[in-house]
């Protein structure tokens, strides 16, 4: 991999990792909701998880899985639908001090699991793959190495920034109307993360 194609997959995963998408709006609303310490099964899962999924995307299960047109959009259909029940989930929750006992944060397998029906997962991975790599054989799999790499290192720094901003934001939300517009505003930004799906989940039913 050329020093121009590194610096091009770190930028991409920087800019790609830190905008807002599924796994950023619910670690933020984790972090207001449960804290730093609470949300860290969280964080590691999705530190952990997409960087085994772009491994993964790299080695060709991509190729396997989205073989079938119908199930493309059977994924894209599961992960719309769920995304938008955690939308709900989230939009109708409370700070752990306040909501019941049987409210937990997500856990390290569930966050892990949720990449392969995360949009904007899928989009990172099967993007940064098919642009950055080249070649066969080990010079691929070499390649595809410090692409999963970079994303730990971008995913790790990303994650905790999102959860620290929930967490800091938790101080400031010991009023209910604060809190409920909080909750709000996570719960349409992940609404909004839907709607490139849902547009191709159209096109998809047209053709």
């Not at 991975?125 to 994303?151: K, N």
Request: charged letters at 10%; one cysteine or more; proline letters at 5%.
């Amino acid at each position: 991999m050329s020093p121009q194609t590194l610096y091009a997959v770190i930028i991409f995963s920087l800019v790609m990792g830190f905008t807002p998408g599924p796994n950023n709006v619910m670690l933020a609303s984790s972090g207001a909701r449960f804290g730093i310490r609470r949300t860290l099964p969280h964080l590691t899962g999705v530190t952990v998880g997409f960087p085994v999924m772009v491994l993964l995307v790299g080695v060709g299960l991509a190729s396997i899985l989205l073989a079938s047109p119908l199930l493309q959009i059977a994924m894209k259909i599961v992960s719309c639908i769920y995304l938008l029940w955690l939308a709900f989930q989230i939009a109708r929750s409370h700070s752990a001090r306040s909501d019941n006992a049987n409210a937990r944060p997500m856990t390290f397998v569930q966050a892990a699991a949720f990449q392969w029906i995360n949009p904007k997962a899928w989009l990172m991975a099967v993007s940064a793959i098919s642009a950055y790599t080249a070649g066969r054989g080990s010079q691929l799999y070499l390649q595809v190495a410090i692409i999963a790499g970079i994303s730990v290192f971008v995913t790790l720094l990303s994650t905790w920034t999102w959860a620290a901003f929930g967490a800091a934001m938790r101080r400031l939300l010991r009023a209910p109307l604060a809190e409920r517009l909080f909750n709000l505003f996570m719960a349409l930004l992940l609404v909004a993360s839907t709607v490139p799906i849902l547009l191709e989940i159209g096109r998809d039913l047209q053709l």
